[in-house]
């Protein structure tokens, strides 16, 4: 509201006030136009890079059956939802792609019984990773992307008016003394 308001007519209004004004309102309205733009380049570069990401993983990750080695720790409350979601670190014992038997640690459901058999992610150095992205996680990435796009162009607009305001700040501070400097000999209090 305050930006509309120095572009009315008034005969206190300095131009740098209304180039301000002006300024804000080309600012805001080139952010708006450019955000959609910033939006989808961010995200399409990010969703690009990712799915890339994700064959790669596909390609140089395995998912093997592994051994356990050691029972699983039991979970205090048998049968709970906290159960169904908890998982302990477990030695267990599994093939690399190499073809080389391996030992490592990797996370469990709860109570399973040593020489029970579950699958893990291997890579092509043998050591346990996580699964390849999935669909669901490239999109995700790619839209947080796209929000942040999104946001540095609001960051940038938002930067350049207050470096803009500063600046037109400086400028009529710098007038304002000029002109006192200039008035205030004038100026008596005294006859």
């Known amino acids: 509201m305050v930006l509309f308001w120095r572009l009315r007519r008034n005969l206190l209004r300095r131009r740098a006030d209304l180039f301000q004004a002006w300024l804000g309102l080309g600012l805001f309205l080139a952010a708006l136009a450019t955000t959609p733009a910033a939006m989808f380049w961010a995200g399409d570069t990010a969703h690009r890079h990712y799915a890339r990401l994700a064959q790669q993983q596909a390609a140089a990750r395995q998912h093997t059956p592994a051994v356990l080695l050691e029972d699983a720790r039991g979970h205090p409350e048998p049968g709970s939802a906290e159960e169904r979601r908890t998982r302990y670190p477990t030695e267990v014992g599994f093939t690399d792609p190499g073809g080389t038997a391996r030992t490592a640690t990797t996370d469990v459901r709860p109570g399973l019984p040593k020489g029970s058999t579950v699958h893990v992610w291997a890579g092509p150095d043998g050591k346990l990773t996580g699964p390849p992205l999935d ?35 400086r400028r009529n501070l710098a007038a304002w003394d000029a002109a006192w400097t200039e008035t205030a000999p004038r ?4 006859p």
């Open 135 to 169: 669909a669901g996680q490239v999109r995700s990435r790619a839209m947080g992307w796209a929000v942040l796009g999104a946001l540095a162009v609001q960051g940038a607009a938002a930067a350049a008016y207050g470096v803009a305001a500063r600046v037109l700040e």
């Open 187 to 190: 100026w008596t209090t005294s």
